[in-house]
T-cell receptor, first 113, second 114 residues
Framework: ETGVTQSPTHLIKTRGQQVTLRCSSQ?????VSWYQQALGQGPQFIFQ???????GRGNFPPRFSGLQFPNYSSELNVNALELDDSALYLC????????????FGPGTRLTVL | KQEVTQIPAALSVPEGENLVLNCSFT??????LQWFRQDPGKGLTSLLL?????REQTSGRLNASLDKSSGRSTLYIAASQPGDSATYLC?????????????FGKGTLLTVNP
């Protein structure tokens, strides 16, 4: 059984650019959630995908979007990057969308200059 | 809207000491309460999960309690070790309709000195 993996590990972008972050969920998990963790803060819920459909969204603007693929891996896309988007982006997978324990990946550190 | 607060923000203790980390939440309709460990710049490792119907969970030197009526949870670490140094995060899981999401506190930065 493999754990949750994320790529890339680190990324540096400039303001206005677009970025795609990737996540492979744990084997057998059909639900993926994305979180943003700014320095010194707790993770903030961005959105969740369940069986390829968005299944809930936090307080993030539409320029944050996502996809989930048939193999349940997922992408987080951020358009028109802003300086405040600099953060650790965490992906978590769970067995179902119904309140099961989430397993987190190591995260992608995004720096926007 | 769920809000989670953790006290203290930072804690420094000598090796061997027993310690308690505190977490409070505003919405008692949580599905479960989780404690996570985060090492600098790394992802989250789940330590303990307490279902809403439970009062506590134990794993090794760790014991977590949940009191939904008062909106509080504590993480007790016995006989602390330098390897316990990390940020500890608590998170309440609530239903948002069709999905369940975690609401995190800002964490407690624990330093255990040899």
């Amino acid at each position: 059984e493999t754990g949750v993996t994320q790529s890339p590990t680190h990324l540096i972008k400039t303001r206005g650019q677009q970025v795609t972050l990737r996540c492979s969920s744990q084997s057998g998990h059909n639900t993926v959630s994305w979180y943003q963790q700014a320095l010194g803060q707790g993770p903030q819920f961005i959105f969740q995908y369940y069986r390829e459909e968005e299944n809930g969204r936090g307080n993030f603007p539409p320029r944050f979007s996502g996809l989930q693929f048939p193999n349940y891996s997922s992408e987080l896309n951020v358009n028109a990057l802003e300086l405040d988007d600099s953060a650790l982006y965490l992906c978590a997978s769970s067995l179902t969308a119904g309140g099961r324990s989430e397993f987190f990946g190591p995260g992608t550190r995004l720096t926007v200059l | 809207k769920q809000e989670v607060t953790q006290i203290p923000a930072a804690l420094s203790v000598p090796e061997g000491e027993n310690l308690v980390l505190n977490c409070s939440f505003t919405d008692s309709a949580i599905y479960n309460l989780q404690w996570f460990r985060q090492d600098p710049g790394k992802g989250l490792t789940s330590l303990l999960l307490i279902q809403s119907s439970q009062r506590e969970q134990t794993s090794g030197r760790l014991n977590a309690s949940l009191d939904k009526s008062s909106g509080r949870s504590t993480l007790y670490i016995a006989a602390s070790q330098p390897g316990d140094s990390a940020t500890y995060l608590c998170a309440g899981e609530n239903s948002g309709g069709s999905n369940y999401k975690l609401t995190f506190g800002k964490g407690t930065l624990l330093t255990v000195n040899p």
